[in-house]
T-cell receptor, first 116, second 116 residues
Framework: DGGITQSPKYLFRKEGQNVTLSCEQN?????MYWYRQDPGQGLRLIYY???????QKGDIAEGYSVSREKKESFPLTVTSAQKNPTAFYLC???????????????FGQGTRLTVV | GNSVTQMEGPVTLSEEAFLTINCTYT??????LFWYVQYPGEGLQLLLK?????DKGSNKGFEATYRKETTSFHLEKGSVQVSDSAVYFC???????????????FGQGTILTVHP
């Protein structure tokens, strides 16, 4: 079955450490997204990528980095520069809007990151 | 930039009550509109969508009509069930070009609790 997989489901980070969250999709989607979810604040866009080897900053990119070396993969690194990283992180993908118009996004199950 | 505003929650209803969750948007182009649902500890699932003015999206008894004149996409259900308890997100994508190209913008989410 096609889908989008995030791992791990739970992640604990010590102060000052970088951590990488995995996101893999086998839907053959061109566009991929990372969102951060905090209670009462909905989803905020961190980074997004429309094609391989290209990505753009979203609304809250500071303290995060991404790469898009393969179509299937869009890992997110939470760096030590992110002052308040404890949150629920959601990855999403969808077909290229250029070719397919306004299509819906498919989401992974999320990674809950906690700083200890 | 684009934005989505949802009615403040949480919303608490008795089973079989009528549900309305308001959603209004601002967008520079001609967006598609979506409603997503999130169950505890999970990612988001698409509930319904509408891609142009006057379209009505529907699924599982939920409905929403794309009203361009009032820039709204209110979610309704005639008779809610306990199993409808979740967080509901209104969202838009504007793939017509411009600075919002390729982005998905979400509202802050509305928590719905349905009691037996």
């Amino acid at each position: 079955d096609g889908g989008i997989t995030q791992s791990p489901k739970y992640l604990f980070r010590k102060e000052g450490q970088n951590v990488t969250l995995s996101c893999e999709q086998n839907l053959n989607h061109d566009a991929m997204y990372w969102y951060r979810q905090d209670p009462g604040q909905g989803l905020r866009l961190i980074y997004y990528s429309q094609i391989v080897n290209d990505f753009q900053k979203g609304d809250i990119a500071e303290g995060y980095s991404v790469s898009r070396e393969k179509k299937e993969s869009f890992p997110l690194t939470v760096t030590s520069a992110q002052k308040n990283p404890t949150a629920f992180y959601l990855c999403a993908s969808r077909k290229s809007s250029v070719l397919s118009g306004n299509t819906e996004a498919f989401f992974g199950q999320g990674t809950r990151l906690t700083v200890v | 930039g684009n934005s989505v505003t949802q009615m403040e929650g949480p919303v608490t209803l008795s089973e079989e009550a009528f549900l309305t969750i308001n959603c209004t948007y601002t967008a520079t182009g001609y967006p598609s509109l979506f409603w997503y649902v999130q169950y505890p500890g999970e990612g988001l699932q698409l509930l319904l969508k509408a891609t142009k003015a006057d379209d009505k999206g529907s699924n599982k008894g939920f409905e929403a009509t794309y009203r361009k004149e009032t820039t709204s996409f209110h979610l309704e259900k005639g008779s809610v069930q306990v199993s409808d308890s979740a967080v509901y997100f209104c969202a838009l994508s504007d793939d017509a070009g411009g600075t919002s190209y390729g982005k998905l913008t979400f509202g802050q989410g509305t928590i719905l609790t349905v009691h037996p």
